[in-house]
T-cell receptor, first 113, second 115 residues
Framework: GQQVMQIPQYQHVQEGEDFTTYCNSS?????IQWYKQRPGGHPVFLIQ?????EVKKQKRLTFQFGEAKKNSSLHITATQTTDVGTYFC?????????????FGKGTTLSVSS | NAGVTQTPKFQVLKTGQSMTLQCAQD?????MSWYRQDPGMGLRLIHY???????DQGEVPNGYNVSRSTTEDFPLRLLSAAPSQTSVYFC??????????????FGSGTRLTVV
């Protein structure tokens, strides 16, 4: 079945450095979503990408969807301690009763000041 | 709006016991799903529903049962708890249009320990 792979699994940066996490799917995705989970918390929806080659920005966060709709990335510019958490990508998969969102294993970001 | 409400927040079960994790949403979302989260494994889909009366299995359905009698509620039943079911369980909901789903709203989770 469809798998969503995410790298790296962990990343530690100094505050102010940039950070990027990558997401790859074994099959073409109809859309891809990104979530952030703070330690001890629940996943919170960040953004959804639908179009091939789409790029969206949210302040210091830049999200990209690949031309083939099989890969995506999240880039954070000048990280802050508030960026700490695990970032998940999730791809939409066609299943029997409709669609289901399949998550990658996430990238855990730690930031030291 | 309360969003997605999960109860209980914490639970300890003995092996072989059964229980129901409750999930309710007040956003009139058609789509609801259950995930379990284990260290290093990300979020794995257990069961999902695209509307009242319609449910289907996800990636890891064994040992769990669901039903969807109303739009608002989507309970998850553990039939006979096993230590391997120790995990954090999240319920999520979203709009669902033309077989496409939108951003999920997650509940705060249920931390389950089976001893």
């Amino acid at each position: 079945g469809q798998q969503v792979m995410q790298i790296p699994q962990y990343q530690h940066v100094q505050e102010g450095e940039d950070f990027t996490t990558y997401c790859n799917s074994s099959t073409t995705l109809s859309n891809i979503q990104w979530y952030k989970q703070r330690p001890g918390g629940h996943p919170v929806f960040l953004i959804q990408l639908v179009k091939s080659g789409e790029v969206k920005k949210q302040k210091r966060l830049t999200f990209q969807f690949g031309e083939a709709k099989k890969n995506s990335s999240l880039h954070i510019t000048a990280t802050q301690t508030t960026d700490v958490g695990t970032y998940f990508c999730a791809g939409l998969r066609w299943v029997q009763a409709g669609t289901a969102l399949i998550f990658g294993k996430g990238t855990t970001l730690s930031v030291s000041s | 709006n309360a969003g997605v409400t999960q109860t209980p927040k914490f639970q300890v079960l003995k092996t072989g016991q059964s229980m129901t994790l409750q999930c309710a949403q007040d956003m009139n979302h058609e789509y609801m799903s259950w995930y379990r989260q284990d260290p290093g494994m990300g979020l794995r889909l257990i069961h999902y529903s695209v509307g009242a009366g319609i449910t289907d299995q996800g990636e890891v359905p064994n040992g769990y049962n669901v039903s969807r009698s109303t739009t608002e509620d989507f309970p998850l039943r553990l039939l006979s708890a096993a230590p391997s079911q120790t995990s954090v369980y999240f319920c999520a909901s979203s709009y669902y249009r033309d077989r496409d789903s939108y951003g999920y709203t997650f509940g705060s989770g249920t931390r389950l320990t089976v001893v």
